[in-house]
């Protein structure tokens, strides 16, 4: 996992509301046991027709947006459990989804697999897609460690909430078993029963 300070790039726009998980990585893409490969199906039935052939309409197929956020509407992620739509969107190269609204387990999922998700309010949410219309190359700024989100094109602002745990695995770039082990020193310290602040 890469450690995650502060990231500003351009901007993925999905304006459509309530996507669930089975429009993020089609449930036939789902046999699969290893992540590797999940981002070439993400938005599958979405991205491309029955004869495999890319849908012009569809952003992701469209050159003009291309960035590290992606920005959906309200309600992402909901629908099954499945950790795979966390997969297929790291997989396809996002770091962060900005929306209004997430599904609580796919928002720990997306952490799990070193996405971060940013809640924003339904006006910020508005602002940003206003701003992508009129400029394809707007960026937005997520800093992490001070939990803010800025729209470059208008300079506005807001806080975002991350579990205190989540957001340390981010900035140092640990997964749960790394944090663990950067624990290890004080875990073999209270195992001993040298630590003098620790229970008895």
């Known amino acids: 996992m890469e450690k995650f300070i502060t990231l500003t790039s351009a901007i993925v726009p999905?304006?459509?509301e309530n996507v669930d998980t089975d429009q993020i990585i089609p449930a036939r893409f789902l046999k699969a046991t290893?992540?590797?490969?999940?981002?070439?199906?993400?938005?599958?039935?979405?991205r491309y027709d029955k004869n495999n052939q890319p849908i012009a309409g569809f952003v992701l197929n469209?050159?003009?947006?291309?960035?590290?956020?992606?920005?959906?509407?309200?309600?992402f992620g909901s629908g099954s459990s499945r950790e795979h739509a966390a997969w297929a969107i790291a997989g396809y190269g996002f770091k962060v989804v900005v929306s209004s609204f997430f599904a609580d387990i796919f928002k720990n999922n997306a952490m799990n697999s070193s996405v971060l998700p940013v809640v924003v309010s339904d006006a910020f949410l508005a602002e940003i897609f206003a701003c992508v219309d009129k400029d394809p190359k707007m960026t937005l700024t997520v800093d992490l460690q001070n939990q803010k989100i800025t729209n470059n094109a208008t300079g506005k602002s807001e806080s975002f909430a991350i579990n205190a745990y989540?957001?340390?695995?981010?900035?140092?770039?640990?997964?749960?078993?790394?944090?663990?082990?950067?624990?290890?020193?004080?875990i073999e310290e209270y195992e001993s029963g040298d630590?003098?602040?620790?229970?008895?």
């Open 14 to 16: 999905l304006p459509i």
């Open 34 to 46: 290893s992540k590797e490969g999940f981002g070439d199906n993400l938005f599958r039935d979405w």
């Open 62 to 75: 469209n050159p003009t947006y291309k960035g590290e956020i992606l920005v959906a509407g309200k309600n």
């Open 166 to 186: 989540k957001k340390e695995c981010f900035l140092n770039g640990f997964d749960d078993i790394d944090y663990l082990l950067s624990k290890k020193d004080k």
């Open 195 to 200: 630590c003098g602040a620790c229970p008895q």
